[in-house]
């Protein structure tokens, strides 16, 4: 709905029994030229049926103070001197039937409030009989000062019921301390809707008539007080929904990502393990290499020239330090006049003919050498070992480099969830984070001692820390 100044858009809240039901019902009767001998009744109640039939209605037990009789907000719409007041009648705070339910109302209002787009006022109505602060009324305002933008507080109404301002037994003072001061206080009689009809006599319906004229003199200063003030957006429910919103859902997932950094932590340990054994498997296969002692020929070089063969010239010498000429190259009529040379014609060492032998300055000797030799089955394991140890390695580097981006995303989700209650607290300087924040904080602290890895559970009870000093900080302000 648009904001128009012909539209005086009114929140009706207050403590189940307060007297909100009667008040929408002297209402009726202001616009509707209701009397105490034509009663107009929008919502029924002990002693009277609803006559009004145009109002819709989910009122509940209508005998039963105790918990709210609304369970929605219903609005009642009256025109008066060419304005349309619009009254949204909230459930009841304080309901006997728990905090959860009150937390349903308190959705069920500011849901209305945020879809009728601008409000010219906030009624909150308290019972005027009772002489103190209780603790039902005190949570009511506790809740309702949580729940109101700061922008509205000045559109603030407070209502007393069941008294004038000289029978007034409330001690207003209580009331500003707990919340904020409003402009005017207004007071009505209900007591036309609180008593048997068939117990009034003369002398009571004297008194009743003389209530219910001071009551529609209350009523209209309050319609005037409404219409005088500025219709505020109420932007700012909507903006408070969001923000709200967020925070749980950042909650919510701080509570998945401190999971997940235990989980990277278990298979980084896991893989350090893992890393360690399979480098313990490798030390076993390291001797891959074995040491054995082998006979060599190798060549040594002479002063003096010796006979070798040309078929047997890379292991034996026929004729050390032969004394015939130098021949480099064979040659049989040379050769055949050398020392190994036998009878027959051939060589007694390698039973060649001349024709194979030459001269050259070396000689051939056997050594004993030693020399490594793999075992590949052995070294088949230890390269095995090493290619697991590389994807360990490299599996631990990225682990590493997970808990290093999941930690900077819990670094980053918390101060997300700062700043959001900061934003919040600018828009509601009254909200309440210890009620809107402990059960996920609970929670927190539940899934913390599940933790395996004392690096993550001391990280995560350091940030359930930080959250509940920032609650208890922005608590006190």
């Known amino acids: 709905m648009t904001c128009h100044s012909k539209i005086i858009n009114i929140l009706l809240s207050g403590e189940t029994g307060s007297g909100k039901t009667t008040l929408i019902n002297m209402l009726c009767n202001f616009f509707l030229g ?58 009841g705070l304080s309901d006997t039937r728990g905090t959860d339910q009150d937390d349903k109302n308190l959705s ?13 006022a906030i ?8 002489s103190r602060m209780t603790v039902n009324l005190l949570n009511t305002l506790q809740r309702m000062k949580g729940s109101i933008p700061d922008v509205l507080l000045n559109n603030l109404c407070v209502v007393f019921s069941n008294c004038y301002p000289s029978t007034r037994n409330f001690d207003i003072s209580s009331f500003e301390n707990n919340f904020q ?32 004229k001071k009551s529609m003199k209350s009523i209209k200063a309050l319609l005037e007080d409404c219409k005088e003030k500025k219709q505020i957006s109420t932007k700012a429910f909507e903006v408070m929904r969001m923000k709200r919103n967020s925070i749980t859902a950042e909650l919510s997932t701080l509570i998945r990502d401190i999971e997940n950094t235990q989980q990277v932590e278990n298979n980084l340990e896991i893989a350090k393990k893992t890393k360690s054994k ?57 050769l055949s006049g050398c020392a190994c040379m036998g009878s027959s014609g051939k060589c007694s060492v390698c039973n060649c003919g001349p024709e194979t032998h030459y001269h050259d300055k070396k000689f051939f000797r056997t050594v004993k050498k030693s020399v490594e030799k793999v075992l590949h089955e052995i070294k088949a394991q230890y390269d095995r070992c090493q290619q697991e140890v590389n994807t360990t390695t490299n599996q631990i580097n990225n682990l590493g480099n997970d808990l290093t981006m999941v930690r900077q995303a819990l670094d980053n989700k918390q101060n997300r969830i700062e700043e959001l209650c900061r ?32 690096k993550v559970r001391e990280d995560a009870e350091k940030r359930i820390n930080c959250i509940e000093e920032l609650v208890d900080r922005l608590s006190c302000k």
């Not at 009624?123 to 009772?130: C, D, E």
């Not at 290499?289 to 047997?312: G, P």
Request: aromatic share 10%; charged share 20%; hydrophobic share 35%.
């Open 34 to 91: 209701g009397s105490i001998e034509n009663l107009k009744v929008c919502i029924p109640t002990k002693f009277h049926k609803a006559n009004v039939g145009h109002y819709s209605s989910d009122e509940l037990n209508v005998g039963d103070n105790t918990s709210s009789k609304t369970n929605s907000c219903i609005i009642y719409s009256f025109e008066y001197a060419g304005y349309t007041f619009r009254f949204i009648d909230s459930p």
């Open 108 to 120: 069920i209002i500011m849901e209305a409030a945020e879809k009728a787009e601008g409000l010219n």
């Open 123 to 130: 009624i909150i109505v308290i019972n005027g009989a009772n």
């Open 181 to 212: 001061k409003p402009k005017k206080y207004f007071h009505f009689q209900n007591s036309v809707f609180s008593s048997d009809p068939e117990t009034w006599n003369d002398e009571i319906l004297e008194d009743l008539s003389d209530d219910w």
């Open 278 to 334: 399979i480098e313990s498997d490798k030390m076993q296969y390291s001797n891959f290499v074995k040491t054995e002692e082998i006979e060599v020929t190798e060549r040594v070089e002479t002063a003096t020239h010796n006979t070798l063969c040309v078929n047997h010239a890379s292991k034996m010498v026929c004729h050390q330090g032969c004394g015939l000429e130098y021949t480099p190259s064979c040659n049989s009529s040379v």
């Open 423 to 454: 934003e919040l607290k600018t828009i509601c300087s009254g909200f309440n984070f210890v009620n809107e924040l402990n059960a996920v904080i609970e929670t927190l602290k539940l899934n913390a001692k599940t933790l395996t890895s004392v």
